[in-house]
């Protein structure tokens, strides 16, 4: 099987979409269905560009390495990208241009199927599949650009209605994509993510000197990772654990890790106010290389997020050893399976309570870190790339 896969989303720092692009791009060739694979960027054939990779956590464990903290920093092509998608013209363009671009590359091919895994299918006479990861866009509109609101209303049912199968990352997105566009449940098929190998547990001995880098200690911090946005639901998060007793607070601060997203000012603002009275650390962006280290030296790893796609960093959390607090909605019960403390995001004395227990209570905590190691194994990269390649074969079959 030939595959030609549309690589625009990759480019650093990964994450998201671009973690999972680069995860197929990487793993499908060495597939043994797979003939070749080719990679499509902007309407014209690429290389797949390097990344550094954060695969040797070990050894920064092993030796000396500074510890360097900044806001997060993307290529000099994405920033731009970014910037020039949120005017509406410009969007609007690109919206026009890419699939023409696109299609005609894809005509050259004599055989094969394309895969876009960022919401896109050009017009072409290949068999397609394309992977939508979440309806936020339809389900909170407030939280995204004009302008990615616009381009994309009309980019997502186009190519939903232009591929052969439609892919998401959960059964919860699978049932709303079925129903937003009235799709049958042979058109659309959930595919789960997966946990890169380097989060796994590691001993308060390994952990100790790099967290004492950033002034922590093992099993002395709650955590929080993602981009600083509101669809992360961080101001109740934040007022939650304002709303904790001050000596739990001061026994295990919360430590926040991302970078300033969309309609974060309230957000930094709250931030702020917890860092002063002592009881907030906010990292910015921090190597992804230390974030194994990050996950698995934090007493909780909290996540009581609005809406996920699948929310990834649930998993990544899960494959630490750690005990996981998230929201009761959306993909995350379903991620989580049972192994997580799950809190309505909308309650605010709902995450209090559950932040208290994940907290304190011992009996707990230690189910949940078996289950969550449990959970955790079923979701890898491998079996990802499998069952997508799997899907394919339904779609060339066809």
């Known amino acids: 099987m030939n595959v030609v896969l549309s690589i625009e989303a990759i480019h650093p720092p990964l994450a998201g979409i671009g973690r999972y692009a680069w995860e197929l791009a990487t793993r499908l060739p060495m597939q043994a269905e797979i003939e070749s694979v080719r990679y499509l960027s902007d309407g014209f054939w690429r290389e797949l560009p390097r990344i550094d990779q954060p695969t040797n956590t070990d050894a920064t464990l092993a030796g000396p390495m500074p510890v360097v903290t900044a806001p997060a920093r993307s290529s000099y092509k994405s920033r731009i990208r970014r910037q020039l998608g949120q005017l509406p013209m410009v969007a609007r363009l690109y919206g026009k241009l890419l699939p023409i671009l696109a299609g005609r590359q894809l005509n050259s091919v004599p055989d094969g199927i394309f895969h876009g895994p960022n919401y896109f299918v050009p017009k072409t006479r290949l068999p397609s599949v394309v992977t939508v990861h979440d309806l936020s866009i339809y389900r909170y509109p407030q939280w995204h650009p004009k302008a990615r609101i616009d381009r994309m209303r009309i980019a997502i049912p186009e190519a939903i209605q232009r591929a052969n199968l439609?892919?998401?990352?959960?059964?919860?997105?699978?049932?709303?994509?079925?129903?937003?566009?009235?799709?049958?449940?042979?058109?659309?098929?959930?595919?789960?993510?997966?946990?890169?190998?380097?989060?796994?547990?590691?001993?308060?001995?390994?952990?100790?000197?790099?967290?004492?880098e950033f002034g922590l200690q093992p099993d002395g911090y709650s955590f929080f990772v993602s981009t600083i946005e509101p669809r992360k639901n961080l101001l109740h998060l934040l007022a939650a654990y304002r709303a904790l007793p001050d000596a739990l607070r001061q026994r295990w601060p919360l430590v926040l890790v991302g970078g300033e997203g969309w309609q974060s000012e309230a957000i930094h603002d709250e931030i702020e106010k917890g860092q002063r009275e002592g009881w907030i650390k906010y990292l910015g962006f921090v190597d992804q290389q230390l974030l194994p280290v990050l996950y698995a030296g934090c007493r909780l790893f909290t996540y009581p997020s609005w809406y996920e796609g699948f929310g990834l960093p649930i998993a990544e959390a899960m494959a630490s050893g750690v005990p996981v607090l998230t929201s009761n909605c959306s993909s995350m019960p379903e991620v989580a399976?049972?192994?997580?403390?799950?809190?309505?995001?909308?309650?605010?004395?709902?995450?209090?309570?559950?932040?208290?227990?994940?907290?304190?209570?011992?009996?707990?905590?230690?189910?949940?870190?078996?289950?969550?190691?449990?959970?955790?194994?079923?979701?890898t990269w491998d079996a990802c790339v499998r069952n997508t390649v799997a899907a394919y074969q339904t779609v060339k079959a066809s």
């Open 166 to 212: 439609v892919l998401t990352d959960s059964m919860a997105t699978r049932d709303e994509v079925m129903q937003e566009f009235s799709l049958g449940p042979d058109q659309v098929r959930a595919v789960l993510l997966g946990v890169d190998e380097v989060f796994h547990p590691y001993t308060a001995e390994e952990t100790a000197p790099i967290l004492h």
């Open 337 to 379: 399976a049972g192994a997580a403390m799950l809190v309505d995001p909308a309650d605010v004395n709902s995450i209090r309570d559950g932040l208290r227990q994940a907290l304190e209570d011992e009996e707990w905590r230690s189910v949940a870190k078996a289950r969550g190691l449990q959970r955790a194994a079923e979701l």
